[in-house]
C-alpha cells in the first residue's frame, strides 16, 4: 500500500462521531503535521492546521469535516440491549444487521443492531421499514448489570464498522466514513504538495467537528480564523447507481471532483466559482457542476463568519454515503488534490480582492 492510500485507510479506519472526533482528529494531526507551520484545535475540537506561504497574506480556509454519522448510546435496557439516539441523517432500512462498535471508556466493544428473521414476521411486516426508535444494539451482554460491566454508559458513541477496502478495479475504495474523511485527506494531501511551492497567502487546513449535526465545527473554526476565503472539501452524490435518475444526481465517479453551485446552506460565490473553474479549465482537471438543494456543507457556515467570506464547496462524488459502505474513486481524490494545490497557489492578495469586491 503507497503511503496516500496508507493515510486513507487510517483516516477512514478511525471512529469519529459528531461530539467525539478525537481519535479522527489524531490521525489528521498525525499525517498534516509535518507540512504545517502550526497546528492547533478551537474550543469544540476542530483542527486547525496552518502553512503561511506569505506572512500577512489572504487567509484561505480548506475544511473537510471530521464527523461521520454514527450512534449514541441512551440507555441500557434490563436484558443487556442498548437503545441509541442517530447522530446525524441515517435511513432506516440501511442500518438494520449493520455491525457497529460501541467506543466505551474502557476500549471499543463490536455490536450488531439486532433484527428479527424473516421467518416470524408476517408479509404486512416485510413490505415496511422498520422503524429507528424500534431498533436496538445488541453487544452480546445478558443484563444491564453486564453491559455495564463491559463499561457501556449512556453518552458512548457508536460507529458503523466497514474496514477500508480497495476493490477488484484498484481505483475504487469502499471505506465507512469518507464522509468526510476524504475532505480531511484533500486539505492534508493539498498542503503536502505545497511544500516547495510558493503560495501568496496563508493556508488552513482544516477538520471540523459536528458537521453532521448542522456544520457546527465550520462556525468555531472559522471564528477563530477569520478567513477571507473559504473551501468546504466533502463528499457529494455520485448518480450513476442503477435506480438513480439524471434529474435526481447527475455526477459520475471518475469524471472529476463536483463544484456545488448550489445547496440547502449556500449560493455558491459567483467569483469564487469562477476563478475555480477558469482555474481547472486552465490546468486541464476534470470537474462535475451539481447542486444538492437537499443537502449541506462547511460552507455553509464558514460564508457567513464576520463580514461574509466568499465560499464554495467541492465535492468527491460517492456512492452510498451515509451508509456503511461507501465508495468512491481514487482519480477524483487525485483531481481535488491538484484542483486544491493550484487554486491556492492563484489566490494573491488581487486576486482576492477581485473575487470579494467586483463580482
Ligand atoms: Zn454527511
Same mark, same amino acid.
Given at each position: 500500500?503507497?503511503?496516500?492510500?496508507?493515510?486513507?485507510?487510517?483516516?477512514?479506519?478511525?471512529?469519529?462521531?459528531?461530539?467525539?472526533?478525537?481519535?479522527?482528529?489524531?490521525?489528521?494531526?498525525?499525517?498534516?503535521?509535518?507540512?504545517?507551520?502550526?497546528?492547533t484545535?478551537?474550543?469544540?475540537?476542530?483542527?486547525?492546521?496552518?502553512?503561511?506561504?506569505?506572512?500577512?497574506?489572504?487567509?484561505?480556509?480548506?475544511?473537510?469535516?471530521?464527523?461521520?454519522?454514527?450512534?449514541?448510546?441512551?440507555?441500557?435496557?434490563?436484558?443487556?440491549?442498548l437503545?441509541?439516539q442517530?447522530?446525524?441523517?441515517?435511513?432506516?432500512?440501511v442500518?438494520?444487521?449493520?455491525?457497529?462498535?460501541?467506543?466505551?471508556s474502557r476500549?471499543?466493544?463490536t455490536?450488531?443492531?439486532?433484527?428479527?428473521?424473516?421467518?416470524?414476521?408476517?408479509?404486512?411486516?416485510?413490505?415496511?421499514?422498520?422503524?429507528?426508535?424500534?431498533?436496538?444494539?445488541d453487544?452480546?451482554a445478558?443484563?444491564?448489570?453486564?453491559?455495564?460491566?463491559?463499561?457501556?454508559?449512556?453518552?458512548?458513541?457508536?460507529?458503523?464498522?466497514?474496514?477500508?477496502?480497495?476493490?477488484?478495479?484498484?481505483?475504487?475504495?469502499?471505506?465507512?466514513?469518507?464522509?468526510?474523511?476524504?475532505?480531511?485527506?484533500?486539505?492534508?494531501? =493539498? +498542503?503536502?504538495?505545497?511544500?516547495?511551492?510558493?503560495?501568496p497567502?496563508? *493556508?488552513? $487546513?482544516? #477538520?471540523?467537528?459536528?458537521?453532521? @449535526?448542522?456544520?457546527?465545527?465550520?462556525?468555531?473554526?472559522?471564528?477563530?480564523?477569520?478567513?477571507?476565503?473559504?473551501?468546504?472539501?466533502?463528499?457529494g452524490?455520485?448518480?450513476?447507481?442503477?435506480?438513480?435518475?439524471?434529474?435526481?444526481?447527475k455526477?459520475?465517479?471518475?469524471?472529476?471532483?463536483?463544484?456545488?453551485?448550489?445547496?440547502?446552506?449556500?449560493?455558491?460565490h459567483?467569483?469564487?466559482?469562477?476563478?475555480?473553474?477558469?482555474?481547472?479549465d486552465k490546468h486541464?482537471?476534470?470537474?462535475?457542476?451539481? =447542486? +444538492?438543494?437537499?443537502?449541506?456543507?462547511?460552507?455553509g457556515?464558514?460564508? *457567513?463568519? $464576520?463580514? #461574509?467570506?466568499?465560499?464554495?464547496a @467541492?465535492?468527491?462524488?460517492?456512492?452510498?454515503?451515509?451508509?456503511?459502505?461507501?465508495?468512491?474513486?481514487?482519480?477524483?481524490?487525485e483531481?481535488?488534490?491538484?484542483?486544491?494545490?493550484?487554486?491556492?497557489?492563484?489566490?494573491?492578495?488581487?486576486?482576492?480582492?477581485?473575487?470579494?469586491?467586483?463580482?
Amino acid at each position: 500500500m503507497d503511503e496516500t492510500t496508507q493515510m486513507l485507510k487510517e483516516l477512514t479506519d478511525a471512529n469519529g462521531i459528531p461530539g467525539n472526533e478525537k481519535e479522527a482528529r489524531d490521525v489528521m494531526k498525525k499525517h498534516i503535521s509535518p507540512y504545517a507551520d502550526d497546528v492547533t484545535t478551537d474550543h469544540l475540537g476542530s483542527l486547525i492546521a496552518k502553512k503561511t506561504g506569505k506572512a500577512g497574506g489572504p487567509k484561505v480556509m480548506v475544511t473537510g469535516h471530521l464527523d461521520e454519522i454514527g450512534f449514541m448510546i441512551t440507555q441500557i435496557d434490563d436484558n443487556g440491549f442498548l437503545k441509541f439516539q442517530t447522530v446525524g441523517g441515517w435511513w432506516s432500512q440501511v442500518m438494520l444487521a449493520q455491525r457497529v462498535n460501541v467506543m466505551t471508556s474502557r476500549g471499543n466493544i463490536t455490536g450488531v443492531i439486532g433484527s428479527k428473521p424473516p421467518h416470524i414476521l408476517t408479509a404486512e411486516q416485510r413490505k415496511k421499514a422498520v422503524e429507528i426508535k424500534d431498533m436496538f444494539i445488541d453487544i452480546g451482554a445478558s443484563s444491564k448489570e453486564e453491559a455495564e460491566s463491559f463499561g457501556v454508559k449512556p453518552g458512548d458513541s457508536v460507529a458503523p464498522i466497514c474496514d477500508f477496502t480497495i476493490m477488484n478495479n484498484e481505483k475504487l475504495m469502499m471505506a465507512k466514513a469518507w464522509d468526510n474523511r476524504i475532505g480531511c485527506a484533500i486539505a492534508i494531501e =493539498a +498542503m503536502k504538495r505545497l511544500q516547495n511551492e510558493d503560495h501568496p497567502n496563508e *493556508l488552513y $487546513g482544516v #477538520g471540523a467537528v459536528q458537521e453532521e @449535526v448542522g456544520l457546527r465545527g465550520a462556525k468555531t473554526s472559522a471564528s477563530k480564523i477569520e478567513p477571507d476565503i473559504g473551501f468546504a472539501v466533502d463528499v457529494g452524490i455520485a448518480g450513476d447507481t442503477p435506480g438513480v435518475t439524471e434529474n435526481d444526481a447527475k455526477a459520475e465517479i471518475g469524471k472529476g471532483p463536483q463544484i456545488l453551485v448550489y445547496d440547502r446552506s449556500m449560493v455558491s460565490h459567483k467569483g469564487l466559482r469562477e476563478f475555480v473553474t477558469a482555474t481547472a479549465d486552465k490546468h486541464g482537471i476534470p470537474y462535475q457542476f451539481d =447542486a +444538492m438543494s437537499g443537502g449541506a456543507t462547511d460552507a455553509g457556515s464558514i460564508h *457567513l463568519t $464576520g463580514e #461574509g467570506v466568499p465560499s464554495l464547496a @467541492v465535492t468527491v462524488p460517492t456512492r452510498y454515503i451515509h451508509t456503511h459502505a461507501a465508495i468512491l474513486h481514487k482519480d477524483d481524490f487525485e483531481h481535488a488534490v491538484q484542483l486544491f494545490v493550484e487554486i491556492i497557489k492563484g489566490l494573491d492578495a488581487d486576486k482576492v480582492n477581485e473575487i470579494t469586491y467586483d463580482s
